[in-house]
């Protein structure tokens, strides 16, 4: 399959400057910036404007809560994130609260409201990585997750650090080009 890193027709520039980076400045994100984060979620569609979305987080400084989050990520995750400022964990309710029935939506509703929570990010100078690397059960656990939610990503959230500052393991990650399927591959004028 063909991938590109070349942008091949016009987006939007938060999507041109949003990336999955490792490089993360120690710098502490300001609360109205975590809440404008969170804003730019809660304004996100979902099936039946049911908002099943919900996020726990802790912050760098809130040093007890940061390393139960901490805890929880795979090792090669905690390599780069020991100095990000604001670590997210996404879950979101299995069930349609109005009808008590299952919503077959509902992580696509969570992926919703995380992709605007880190073009959001992108606006207010951040970037996001969201992490699919941590013990599932770990979580659940340590974050007394009811059962009723399915557990979503992690995310590492912080004003981008210069790359030289990193380590070289991440800096040869960081420098590896952003690329993408090309539209042939997932687009179908017409049937499957």
Known sequence: ??????????????????????????????????????????????????????????????????????????????????????????????????????????LYDLGAANSLLSLQAVDLGLQVRQMAGYDHQKAREIFNVPDEFELGVMMAVGYPAPIEEMPEEIQAKELTARERLLQEHFVKNGIF
């Open 1 to 106: 399959m063909t991938k590109s890193a070349n942008i091949e027709f016009k987006v939007a520039d938060l999507i041109k400057q949003r990336k999955s980076s490792r490089a993360f400045s120690t710098k502490l994100v300001e609360q109205e910036k975590i809440n404008s984060l969170f804003e730019a979620a809660r304004w996100s569609a979902s099936s039946m404007n049911e908002q099943p979305w919900q996020y726990l987080f802790a912050t760098r400084e809130q040093t007890e809560l940061w390393s139960k989050f901490f805890s929880v990520l795979n090792e090669g995750n905690k390599t780069w994130v020991q100095h990000v400022p604001l670590l997210i964990f996404s879950v979101t309710r299995k069930v349609f609260k109005r009808f008590n029935s299952p919503n077959a939506y509902t």
